[in-house]
Nanobody, 114 residues
C-alpha cells in the first residue's frame, strides 16, 4: 500500500533550523516524473504553498521563506526534503507534503517559540 510519511517537525527557538522529510513508501509511480511541494497551515489560516520542486529539480518558493528554506529531492529514495533555516514564529504551522497522485498525509508540526 502506498504511503506518504512526513517527519522532522518539532519545537524550536527563533533562528533555529529544522529539516523536514517526506517519503513515498511503495510508490506505484515513477517518483522522479512529478513535481512535489510543501504546504503549511497555521491555526485559523488557509493551507498555503511554501515551496515546490519540479521533476527537473527546479525550486520555487513563496516570498516569505525565500532565502531561508531550501527544497530538494532524492528520487532514488522517493523523498522530498525541506531545509528550514532562520525559523521565525510566523513559520509555526503544520507542514504537509504534496504528492500529486496521493491524498494529504498527516503533516508534521513545526512550532517556533522563544
Amino acid at each position: 500500500q502506498v504511503q506518504l510519511v512526513e517527519s522532522g517537525g518539532g519545537v524550536v527557538q527563533p533562528g533555529d533550523s529544522l529539516k523536514l522529510s517526506c517519503v513515498v513508501v511503495d510508490s506505484d509511480r515513477d517518483f522522479g516524473n512529478y513535481a512535489m511541494g510543501w504546504y503549511r497551515q497555521a491555526p485559523g489560516k488557509q493551507r498555503e504553498l511554501v515551496a515546490q520542486i519540479s521533476a527537473a529539480k527546479w525550486p520555487d518558493y513563496v516570498d516569505s521563506v525565500r532565502g531561508r528554506f531550501t527544497i530538494s529531492r532524492d528520487n532514488t529514495k522517493n523523498t522530498v526534503y525541506l531545509q528550514m533555516n532562520d525559523l521565525k514564529p510566523e513559520d509555526t504551522a503544520v507542514y504537509y507534503c504534496y504528492v500529486p497522485w496521493l491524498s494529504w498525509g498527516q503533516g508534521t508540526q513545526v512550532t517556533v517559540a522563544s
